[in-house]
Every structure is written in structure tokens, then in C-alpha cells.
């Protein structure tokens, strides 16, 4: 396979490859992505083929803005929805229950990880193209790329298509919270603290 490396701006050809069941790099607000639409079962299932990644992990969603939020989650809790209007767009990635209509590939569990990235190249891709599974552009347990130079070094020849949006910020992961059940949790510590998190909550208590 040939790997590409286009503008940001490319997005129609993005999507054409999409459409297709194909998948797509591009920069996030974090580190560099390797996406396929969100509902795209067989695509979904090459993302863990071309990083070799265990099938295991789950894929996060990426959505354009929260008015996504109800294609990809089921019975949004009250404090997911404050959080995601306080830190979205941003570092803060949220567990909530999974919509029926999202493949068994993005996760094996009743769980979906959503996130907006603080990226207006990556959001106006999402807005093309809907919400996308996305994770880290890289093979698994290798460094997470932070520009199309180094997405191409580890998956060129296993992805048709990288969309260069220059050096992203990389650094710390988003921070990961649980918002199932009575009370907020910390899956993976972040940019975001717990703190910040209970205050946000506190506000509108």
C-alpha cells in the first residue's frame, strides 16, 4: 500500500478514503491519530491490524462538537454533560455507555470513550466525516508521533493516507474519566485534575 502525505486542508480526499473503509492520520490537539468512521466495523478492526495492537484495547470516539455526543453514547449522565460543556474542547476524555449502533470492534465492553479535540484541522475532519475511532498513529508500544514525518517512519505502506497539520503539542495523554454510576473517576491521570473535575460539578450543584 501507498502512503500519501497531504495538506490538512485535504479533507475531500480524507473522505473518499473514509467512505471507503480506508483509515486516515491526522494531527490531534495531543499527538497524531489513525482514525476510520466510527460505525465502519471492518475498518475499525484494521486500525489494531496496522499497529499491530492488541485487540483488547479499546478505540476512543473523536466527535466534532457535543450535539454528536447522543450518535455514539446511550443515557448521558447529568455530570458528563457538565464536564463536556467546562473542558470540551480539550484534554478530557469521558467513559460513558455505549450506543447499541457502535461495532463490538471500538469496544468489547458496554463502555465508549468520547472526546472533542482542541484542533480545528481535526474538527473540521470530524465534522466531514462524523465520528471516528480514533487512537494514537503509531505501532503499539512505540512512541506516539507528533508530526506526519514520524506517523509516515512507523505506518507507511499500512495506512493509504496521513494528513499533515504540523507539529502537534504531544506530551501528556487526555485525562480519562469515568462518568458511569454515582460518582466521577479517574481512569488515566492528565492535563486535567480531579480537583478541577469537582469543581466543575461543585459550580452547578
Not at 473518499?16 to 497524531?32: N, Q, R, S
Request: with cysteine.
Amino acid at each position: 500500500m501507498k502512503t500519501e502525505i497531504l495538506p490538512a486542508s485535504e479533507i475531500q480526499a480524507a473522505l473518499e478514503i473514509l467512505k471507503h473503509g480506508g483509515l486516515v492520520a491526522f494531527a490531534t490537539d495531543t499527538v497524531y491519530g489513525v482514525g476510520a468512521l466510527a460505525f465502519d466495523d471492518a475498518a475499525i478492526q484494521s486500525i489494531y491490524t496496522a499497529k499491530d495492537r492488541p485487540l483488547e484495547k479499546a478505540i476512543p470516539v473523536l466527535i466534532a462538537d457535543s450535539s454528536d455526543l447522543a450518535r455514539v453514547a446511550d443515557s448521558i449522565p447529568e455530570s458528563a454533560r457538565i464536564l463536556a460543556h467546562q473542558f470540551w474542547p480539550g484534554a478530557l476524555t469521558i467513559t460513558l455507555p455505549k450506543k447499541k449502533t457502535l461495532p463490538a470492534s471500538i469496544s468489547a465492553t458496554s463502555t465508549v470513550a468520547v472526546r472533542i479535540p482542541d484542533n480545528d484541522d481535526a474538527r473540521a475532519l470530524l465534522r466531514a466525516a462524523g465520528p471516528m475511532a480514533v487512537t494514537s498513529a503509531n505501532i503499539s508500544g512505540q512512541a506516539s508521533p507528533s508530526t506526519a514525518q514520524e506517523v509516515y517512519a512507523q505506518l507507511s505502506g499500512r495506512i493509504p493516507l496521513i494528513l499533515d497539520g504540523g507539529k502537534t503539542r504531544g506530551g501528556i495523554p487526555s485525562t480519562l474519566v469515568n462518568c458511569i454510576g454515582e460518582n466521577v473517576e479517574i481512569l488515566r491521570e492528565g492535563p486535567i485534575a480531579l480537583d478541577e473535575l469537582l469543581k466543575a460539578l461543585k459550580k452547578t450543584a
